[in-house]
């Protein structure tokens, strides 16, 4: 069992850091502020999710799972509401999507 434990623990890890330079990268690489701020949201929290469920596989049932556990909460709780509220204040102050520009 600690074998298979070890595997998903290691894939989550691994998977985690994978989205998260993922979405660094397209910080990077993509051309307007909506795509940008589209590629460091899914990958920051997806990123995110999976290195928190691999370290949760490892800690075990302890004070530490649930202090991880709260973290994921507050994790899902406001990384899309940041994410919404950058983009809706964009939109607000002017800043049209690229693919608008044109109109």
């Not at 795509?35 to 049932?61: I, K, N, P």
């Not at 809706?88 to 800043?95: C, D, E, F, R, V």
């Amino acid at each position: 069992m600690s074998v298979v434990l070890d595997i998903a623990t290691a894939l989550c890890l691994i998977g985690g850091a994978a989205f998260i330079i993922i979405g660094g990268i397209g910080l990077i690489r993509l051309p307007d502020f909506f795509t940008r701020l589209h590629a460091a949201g899914c990958g920051e929290t997806l990123g995110a999710w999976l290195v928190l469920l691999g370290l949760l596989f490892q800690s075990g049932w302890s004070l530490n799972s649930v202090k991880l556990i709260m973290i994921f909460v507050l994790l899902v709780l406001t990384g899309p509401t940041a994410t919404h509220a950058l983009a809706k204040s964009a939109l607000h102050g002017g800043l049209k999507p690229k693919h608008l520009e044109r109109d």
